[in-house]
């Protein structure tokens, strides 16, 4: 699976400043709403800091992820890592 730098950048800057873990994404293969990003901790809690649709995030944002699956942050970088390597 393939992120942009965008996505790469959106996660880690959550995972180091909001120790967000997990994330869930909805409208993300929408071709008009912006994708929502529902971010939460290791125990699977919602974040207070989540962000803002239309601001942080763009419209077909993680359109390669499933909508409403939650993701491990920390696989979906090692796995774009493991990608560029080959």
């Given at each position: 699976m393939k992120l942009t730098k965008w996505?790469?950048?959106?996660?880690?800057?959550?995972?180091n400043n909001f120790n967000a873990k997990w994330m869930r994404v909805f409208n993300n293969k929408h071709p008009l709403?912006?994708?929502?990003?529902?971010l939460f901790n290791i125990y699977k809690m919602k974040l207070k800091g989540q962000p803002v649709v239309g601001q942080e995030?763009?419209?077909?944002?993680?359109?390669?992820?499933?909508e409403g699956e939650m993701?491990?942050?920390?696989?979906?970088?090692?796995?774009?890592?493991?990608?560029?390597?080959?």
């Open positions: 996505e790469i950048k959106f996660l880690n800057y959550y995972l709403l912006e994708t929502r990003v529902d995030t763009l419209t077909s944002m993680f359109k390669q992820l499933k993701y491990l942050i920390t696989d979906l970088l090692k796995q774009d890592k493991e990608d560029n390597i080959v």
